[in-house]
């Protein structure tokens, strides 16, 4: 059973190095055919694709903004979180929901102000 895992995970990091090597000959071979187009200021519809392809990879990759969690997926997105938060208060007990709302006063300071409660009147000298 040791042997199998030790197995797994020699592949699992041949695959890695070869995944990191691949991508590394990928992005030094386009930067060095586009960077030398874009700053003559002559590029052409291949470049162009080059260049989508290289920020694609640099700063996007290649999955899809919808069903990958952060804001666009169905995993986030300000609305899903609120209304998480409206349901665990819901569920929650008076006195759970003031101990929660202390807790993240203590934490956040002035900028964990509930929705509905009414800004501390300022002290006058």
């Known amino acids: 059973m040791k042997r199998f895992w030790i197995l797994k995970g020699l592949k ?7 995944f990191v090597l691949l991508g590394g000959y990928i992005i030094m071979h386009l930067w060095n055919w586009l960077i030398p187009a874009v700053f003559t200021g002559n590029i ?15 700063v996007g990759g290649f999955r899809g903004h919808r069903g990958h969690g952060g804001w666009g ?13 409206d349901q665990r208060m819901a569920n929650m007990s008076p006195e759970e929901r003031e101990a ?16 509905n409660e009414q800004p501390a009147p300022s002290k006058e000298n």
């Open 100 to 115: 929660f709302k202390q807790q993240m006063k203590s934490r956040w300071g002035k900028h964990c102000g509930g929705r």
């Open 44 to 58: 052409g519809f291949a470049q162009a694709l080059g260049i989508l392809v290289l920020m694609r990879i640099l």
């Open 73 to 85: 997926g169905h995993h986030g997105g300000p609305q899903h979180w609120k209304a998480r938060m």
């Open 12 to 18: 699992f990091a041949l695959f890695g190095i070869a």
